[in-house]
């Protein structure tokens, strides 16, 4: 034990209360060695290279609620709207799917419900690495709520599924939610996540994501990470591609939640994949956005390429931190990430470290990161067209973020990104 | 229209323009030309209002306002417009989406309504049209990948979309081919008219012989040490500029 908080007294309780539940015996032993890795290892603290910069011993002090103190929040249908968006919504209340989903090609249960099938075994923390993951194993530990959607082999879902992760947040609260994908063979599927938070007392998000994407299946997954600056999100993803299969990643944070930590682990364990990952972070405040990727190249004929684009105002931190391993089966790789930053504020920071290690010979990979802040020559030439300050650092950031937010291929996203860029940024020059 | 009265700047401790005096009305022409460092190029920075320069003397009236007052985009929405020698590419900026922004914004100093989306581009076509400007050019980032040529085809299209009072063209000639200075010429050409004024600054004669100026005014170490009607600019090609720099050299040492 590592660390010692009424919060983690709570979680211990919670755990130990919980044990006498029916559940399979794979979920008990699954949950059991994830509790003992969490005891082990607990948080992780700034001492762990890969928590260096983020510290989240203040927000893990106090106690929260670790069941949602339930108010109906049925009153809002349309929590977390994304304008001009045409999807098939699914709305999670305090994590909890509390009506029958029907999406063709789909199957969309309670991950309590989904338990009790012996065919999740396979897949529910199967690859989510337990040790020294201490938020992630945590979650494996105790988590009740969230969904498992299932992609039928070969279906093409007609619509982008919207997940809109509401909380209430009128008590403390510490959520645990878990998020199973499995993408048959063949099956085609956009996946829309935001966030809608109610409330101003302290919120912590800690979820873990698994994403199973089989031979020739493709999944597009964005990632809108808007909320009140009272919330807190810890992210876990792992994602497994099996062979000829693709995955898109487009991961949003824009001002709000004080704190994101996101860790998206990619293993690529078919030959001829492909995956992106395009991220754009924009801060704000005092907020801290940490992205740490790991892209695992197992398998010749892979392609990957990373993106991440980042935008610091005012006494914001940004951690940007992106692994890629090359393994020495995985020849012919093509493997490419990049990162670039704009610091808008002198008290703003970000900590960038692009990683690459390559144990095949024969593989094509670049990395590279950059800092810079606005070109003053590019600011001058839009003045001197009548174009005013505030517009005309609103059009170099749209600018700057564009090559990331271009890549949505669902439009009412791309706009509502772009509209959410200029609100924000006028908002922090007001 | 604009008032240049003994007009000084510096950059750090370098005095840059010396005293520069010039009256230009509308429907005028003016070519200023001088050697390279001069100060043409710092002219036309101070009067957009670039930062780097500090003005320490003199006065600069733009329609009986003190422009040296005026912010760079505050001087455009009062009819400034400065066509760079080098313009900015920048990637990401839709020349269309930067063409709306700028008329939005200085029609909206001007409390005037934004611009219709089919008025707009009704406008956008017409100009096009005038400055041979290419559609496909219009769509694409702002001067990314664009050739010299483009570069300076745009600073036009831009002067015909914004419609300025005042145009002050900064060596827009540099590195143009023969075809492409015509256009750029013609496009000028038919935007002349007898409300607006141009400040032509160039190197050569050559491009005087397409805009052919009112008056022609010789810049050199900060001061307009000649001035004179269009044969100025015929004789200086001719004879070059060492026989303008004998007396002002003469004059500084007394």
Known sequence: ?430 | MLQIKDLQAKVEDKQILKGINLQVNPGEVHAIMGPNGSGKSSLASVLAGREYFDVNGGEVLFDGKNLLELSPEDRAREGIFLAFQYPVEIPGVSNINFLRTALNEIRAYRNEPALEAKEFLKMTREKQKLVEFEAKLTNRSLNEGFSGGEKKRNEVFQLAMLEPKLAILDETDSGLDIDALRIVSNGVNKLRSDKNAFIVITHYQRLLEYIVPDFVHVLYDGRIVKSGTKELALELEERGYDWIKEPVSTETVN
């Open chain 1, 1 to 430: 034990m590592t660390t010692t908080s009424s919060l983690y007294d709570q979680l211990t309780t919670g755990f130990l209360d919980r044990k006498a539940e029916q559940q399979p015996d794979w979920v008990k032993n699954l949950r059991q060695k994830a509790f003992q890795q969490f005891e082990a290892d607990g948080f992780p603290t700034i001492k762990n290279e890969d928590w260096r910069f983020t510290n989240t011993a203040p927000y893990l002090k106090e106690a929260y609620h670790l069941q949602p103190v339930h108010i109906p929040l049925h009153e809002h249908r349309n929590y977390g709207h994304i304008p001009e968006l045409d999807a098939h919504e699914i709305v999670l209340k305090n994590g909890l799917l509390n009506e029958d989903v029907n999406i063709p090609g789909l199957k969309v249960l309670p991950v309590r419900t989904a338990l009790q099938q012996p065919a999740l075994e396979k897949y529910l923390g199967a690859t989510v690495p337990l040790h020294n993951n201490g938020f992630a194993a945590l979650n494996t530990a105790l988590f009740e709520t969230g969904i498992v959607i299932e992609a039928e082999k070969n279906a093409v879902v007609d619509k982008p599924v919207h997940i809109t992760h509401v909380y209430n947040a009128a008590e403390p609260l510490f959520a645990q939610p878990r998020l199973l994908v499995i993408m048959q063979p063949g099956s085609k599927l956009e996946i829309v996540e935001s966030y809608f938070v109610k409330g101003s007392e302290r919120l912590f998000i800690n979820t873990v994501v698994e994403l199973y994407v089989a031979p020739n299946a493709r999944l597009d997954h964005y990632d809108l990470q808007i909320a009140p600056s009272n919330a807190h999100l810890i992210n876990f993803t792992q994602v497994e591609q099996d062979g000829d299969s693709l995955y898109n990643n487009h991961t949003y944070t824009l001002p709000g939640f004080s704190l994101v930590r996101n860790n998206l682990h990619l293993n690529l364990n078919g030959t001829n994949t492909e995956s992106h990952l395009y991220g754009l972070y924009l801060t704000g405040g005092n907020q801290l956005v940490d992205n740490h990727s790991l892209v695992n190249h197992r398998k010749p004929h892979c392609l990957s390429n990373e993106l991440y684009k980042g935008v610091m105002m005012d006494a914001s931190r940004a951690v940007f931190n992106g692994k890629i391993f090359v393994q020495q089966e995985a020849q012919k790789t093509n493997a490419f990430q990049q990162n670039n930053n704009m610091l808008l504020s002198d008290k703003a920071v970000i900590d960038t470290k692009p990683q690459l290690e390559i144990f095949a010979d024969d593989v094509k990979c670049s990395h590279g990161s950059t800092i810079g802040s606005f070109n003053q020559e590019a600011l001058f030439y839009l003045k001197t067209r009548g174009i005013g300050e505030v517009a005309a650092r609103n059009l170099l950031v749209n600018a700057f973020a564009f090559d990331v937010t271009e890549k949505a291929a669902i439009p009412a996203v791309k706009n509502y990104i772009d509209k959410l860029i200029t609100q924000k940024m006028a908002e922090a020059y007001d």
